[in-house]
């Protein structure tokens, strides 16, 4: 979760959202990524999707079955539907996200009958952390 809360500062500095996530195999970082949405102009290119996409072209599959997702906050239906494509075995989270997150918060994804994989589910790792730098973020943009 280190590692996601660096991708999460170094999003903040580039003027994004700070949100890191971090794919983890065996033990091993396969790729980390932090949100890019304004630099990428791309509402897709949330940290989560960043790393999937960077896990799954280091492994050369889009099943990254075995893999772990470490995610600074609570992912969103879209970022979560994607974790559940991607075959994730466990969902590793920092801070709920009330508005957005579709995990444990909204939709709950994770718990619809139609979902075709569930990975599991661990919320709450450097929460504190976590939600003072989105806090932190949100206070200086007003």
Request: with cysteine.
């Amino acid at each position: 979760m280190d590692m996601a809360l660096a991708e999460a500062r170094a999003a903040a500095a580039r003027g994004e959202v700070p949100v890191g996530a971090v794919v983890v195999r065996d033990g091993r970082v396969i790729a980390s990524a932090g949100n890019r949405t304004i630099t990428d102009a791309d509402p897709t290119a949330h940290a989560e999707l960043l790393a999937l996409r960077r896990a799954a072209a280091a492994l050369a599959s889009e099943r990254l079955t075995g893999c772990d997702l470490y995610v600074t906050l609570e992912p969103c239906a879209m970022c979560a539907g994607a974790i559940a494509l991607a075959r994730i075995r466990r969902l590793y989270f920092g801070a709920l996200d009330p508005k957005a997150g579709a995990v444990e918060s909204g939709v709950r994804l994770f718990s619809q009958p139609t979902i075709h994989h569930r990975p599991e589910v661990y919320g709450g790792f450097a929460e504190a952390e976590a939600s003072e730098l989105l806090a932190d973020f949100f206070r200086r943009l007003r």
